[in-house]
């Protein structure tokens, strides 16, 4: 689902369904060669949904999912030994954005049934609030090199809004969002055509750089676009 590459162009990835012993892989040469660097124990997590790396502190989180009691955001030291955890069985740890600051990691819910939320957790106290709230389900992220953070909702068989829009939303402060862009769901079933969905690329590169790749909607299928600001 999702992958992470550190200060030394590590990247890494872990399995997605289908697997009672869910496992972690490395590749150091550009995905040429990979190795298993972590093994979680049998039914101890259901998927894993990304991996990313945390520069302040030096550590990977890694984030599980998908339903209620399988949900949790698992840390690991840069040797991958498991360091701690943060679960409780609810949909507050079902993420795929996160983001790191100095002081805080904020992360936004992907949560299809009631909506996303954004969460704050302070490294000092380690308390967790709520920021605000998304009447979509949100997937993927990024935030630019100008500060601009892009979210994009995605449209699912499941959930509580039927609008069938794709949504690009724009913060620059997790606070106040502006709806940038929305794409309509096209019409072939999900099961076989992807649900709709939109992401962004990796890389540094400013909010007048942004462009989107797309599925599962009408007239941009399988299309890469410049999104305007």
Known sequence: FGSSVDREDTILFGDYGGNNRSKIYKSSDNGKSWDIIFEFG???IKQILN?????????????????RGECGFFIFNEQFEKLDKHYDGTLQYRAISVFF????????????YDGSKVYRYDRLTREIIM??????SVWYSKRTNDGLIFIA??????????DNLVKIYSSYDFNNWSQEA???????PMKLFRYGVASFPEGDYSSQDMFINLEGVKNYDGKIIKLKI
């Open 42 to 44: 049998y039914k101890e």
């Open 51 to 67: 991996i990313k790396w945390d520069k302040y502190e030096k550590k990977y989180w890694v984030f599980t999912g998908d339903e």
């Open 101 to 112: 600051f100095a002081e805080c990691v904020i992360w936004i819910t992907n949560d299809p």
């Open 131 to 136: 920021l605000g709230s998304f009447l979509d």
């Open 153 to 162: 909702s995605v449209v699912e068989k499941v959930g509580f809004t039927r």
């Open 182 to 188: 929305t794409f309509i769901k096209d019409s072939l």
